[in-house]
């Protein structure tokens, strides 16, 4: 459960993501309870709906499994949340990037990539656009 303040803090980020210049085809969240509630607090901030996936393997993945997670991602969609933990969101983010980022909750990186598939993303193969912590807005 997300306490009073990680509920703001969902609901701040989910303003965030709305302001984005681009819509969401798919949000991708682990199943745990936290990370549904932020889903839903993004999703409802959005006018288009995203397609919600639940990734039973995002529940404490490592930055390995992470890896192999985004590019078994469908290639149907081309922008992609994915809400999950630490550390291996942070890990997944700095092999992307290589950047190294302190990923505490309702942290969003909006990272932009040029691929085919999503089979293609690899090391250091993505940009980050914008880099959002809770506290920044709001």
């Given amino acids: 459960e997300l306490s009073p303040n990680g509920i703001n803090q969902a609901i701040i980020l989910g303003s965030y993501v709305k302001d984005l210049p681009f819509e969401l085809d798919a949000i ?6 936290r990370t549904l509630s932020t889903t839903l607090a993004i999703v409802n901030a959005l006018e288009k709906k995203p397609r919600m996936m639940d990734a039973e393997e995002l529940y404490e993945a490592t930055g390995n499994l992470m890896r192999a997670f985004i590019n078994r991602l469908d290639d149907n969609f081309q922008n992609v ?11 997944l983010h700095s092999y992307l990037t290589r ?10 990186a909006w990272l932009l990539g040029e691929y085919e598939s999503w089979t293609h993303l690899s090391e250091n193969s993505c940009i980050e656009k914008q880099f959002y912590y809770p506290g920044q807005l709001g």
């Fill in 28 to 33: 991708y969240h682990s199943p745990a309870q």
């Fill in 81 to 91: 949340a994915i809400v999950a933990h630490n550390p291996g969101i942070a890990e």
């Fill in 99 to 108: 950047k190294f980022e302190g990923f505490v909750p309702s942290t969003c």
